[in-house]
């Protein structure tokens, strides 16, 4: 029998068999990856928090469904497909103005979801379903993460003055841990290490090497995530998942003989221990005079992510350590077959990986925290060409006074928006004053932009699909944007 393709549950695998393992794993991180990109989106205290009743619906689901596969692992398949088919119908809703993160979800619930349908017609086994899906997850992974590393060799992620690399390193040195140095050689050497790990994991994943490079993958992004300087653990939760699907069979079953000399775990133990954190943390803060709802729910999410952090990356980290042999060749499996569907996902995925450079759009483009700039004819990519199949990264638009709160917040340090965003948040917002200059041309006044015939021409029925762009620094200085 192939050591990669273990039985199915309920056709006679043993419940530790390492299939069963990865499956039981990958459902519980993909809904705790849920748990966060939830929580982690809600701005509150720093901004009001005002979701639609339809989000909240889909939210509501999408949690329970995620705590219904944490209570009951091995039985998981049924809640696990309903957390997929929410987290799925709430991508769509959103998709494409959605953050990188919630893009790359989106794709995997796609795949996830037809997988998940077909399987349902099989007799529902959380092992079979997951071992099918996991070449296309693996694949979107991939694709997506090769592109985030691809779009930071630029010119302005070299330079430590605005480097999202560097600044992340000043900010973490200076806001939390004082004693990291943070001089010029040390930023340079957090650009020079993000480059390296970043190029290097996609390849390293479909080598002899993965185990050990999962875990060098979850410990860089959990360091530059776990505090709130940058608030990605949503992203990082999501890889912690999926690198999940790269680990071999004998960590599989390192995990499982781990997890048999621990039998006091249990999920309610784990939640009792997480709600007991939580009061602890409110009684200190208490105890000092500084308990607010805000901060403690600040604390929340830092102390959890944390937590989770650190404990995955121990249990594989272990695993991994205490496999007898090195990993062997990549099997076919891991690259695996794919269907027409993953093929046209993956298609997508790379798809939007270089729609930047084909001046389609900037954000949900997998460029994250990169520093990349395609817009005005000024690409400061090292060796991507740049293609503008249309004018919509050319056209930019200064703001010089509004009242519309997205473009006021999107343009408060003197950003410059495409034609296009801004036609689009004019036509979001309905009402509203506006000051602009046009490229070159003379400033014009806008009483009321419901009024303006430019501002509300309507779009093609493909643009708000495709479109979504960032705003632009006016002086030609791509500075560090999610």
């Not at 993956?346 to 954000?363: D, E």
């Not at 700039?373 to 050319?394: C, K, S, V, W």
């Not at 509004?402 to 801004?422: F, Q, S």
Request: net charge positive; aromatic share 12%; hydrophobic share 50%.
């Amino acid at each position: 029998m192939d050591p990669e393709r273990p039985a199915a549950d309920g056709v006679g695998a043993a419940h530790d068999a390492p299939a069963a393992v990865r499956a039981r794993g990958f459902a519980a991180f993909f809904a705790v990856a849920g748990l966060f990109h939830v929580v982690n989106q809600i701005p509150w205290p720093k901004e009001p928090f005002t979701p639609t009743p339809a989000r909240v619906a889909t939210e509501v689901v999408m949690v329970g469904a995620a705590l219904a596969v944490l209570a009951r692992p091995r039985n998981a398949f049924w809640p696990f497909l309903v957390y997929v088919t929410a987290a799925w119908v709430h991508g769509l809703r959103e998709v494409p103005r959605v953050a990188n993160h919630w893009w790359l979800t989106f794709l995997m619930t796609s795949a996830l979801l037809a997988y998940g349908v077909a399987e349902a017609r099989r007799g529902g086994s959380l092992t079979r379903y997951v071992e099918r899906a996991g070449p296309a997850v693996r694949w979107l992974l991939l694709v997506g993460y090769a592109f985030a590393a691809l779009a930071k060799f630029n010119t302005a992620f070299l330079d430590p003055e605005v480097s999202c690399a560097s600044r992340a390193w000043v900010d973490i040195g200076t806001k939390w841990y004082t004693w990291l140095p943070t001089g010029l050689f040390w930023q340079n050497l957090a650009i020079a290490a993000t480059l390296v790990v970043e190029a290097a994991l996609p390849i390293l994943l479909l080598t002899r090497w993965r185990a050990p490079a999962v875990v060098v993958g979850a410990v860089f992004h959990f360091l530059i995530s776990f505090t709130p300087i940058l608030r990605v653990p949503d992203f990082c939760s999501l890889l912690f998942a999926t690198w999940w699907l790269f680990l071999p069979d004998e960590t599989m079953t390192a995990l499982a003989r781990g997890r048999r000399l621990v039998p006091a775990w249990s999920s309610g133990r784990t939640v009792a221990l997480a709600a007991a954190s939580v009061a602890l943390i409110a009684a200190v803060q208490a105890s000092v005079g500084r308990l607010d709802p805000g901060q403690l729910f600040q604390s929340m999410r830092l102390t959890s992510f944390s937590a989770y952090g650190m404990a995955w990356m121990g249990a594989v980290g272990l695993a991994v350590a205490s496999s007898v042999r090195p990993t062997g060749g990549v099997p076919m499996r891991l690259v695996g077959r794919l269907g027409v569907l993953s093929m046209v996902l993956v298609a997508l995925t790379a798809a939007s990986g270089l729609a930047p450079y084909a001046g389609l759009r900037t954000r949900a483009s997998l460029a994250m925290f990169s520093n990349l700039r395609t817009e005005d004819h000024r690409p400061n990519h090292l060796f991507m060409p740049q293609i503008y199949l249309g004018d919509a990264q050319l056209d930019l638009v200064t703001v010089i006074e509004t009242d519309l709160a997205k473009v006021r917040k999107e343009t408060v340090n003197g950003e410059r928006l495409t034609w296009w965003e801004l036609r689009y948040r004019a036509q979001e917002a309905g009402h509203g004053r506006l000051v602009y200059q046009r490229g070159d041309a003379a400033p014009v006044t806008v009483a009321d932009v419901a009024e303006d015939a430019s501002l509300m021409a309507p779009f093609a029925w493909w643009e708000t699909r495709v479109h979504i762009f960032r705003p632009v620094d006016a002086d030609g200085v791509s500075r560090c944007q999610w």
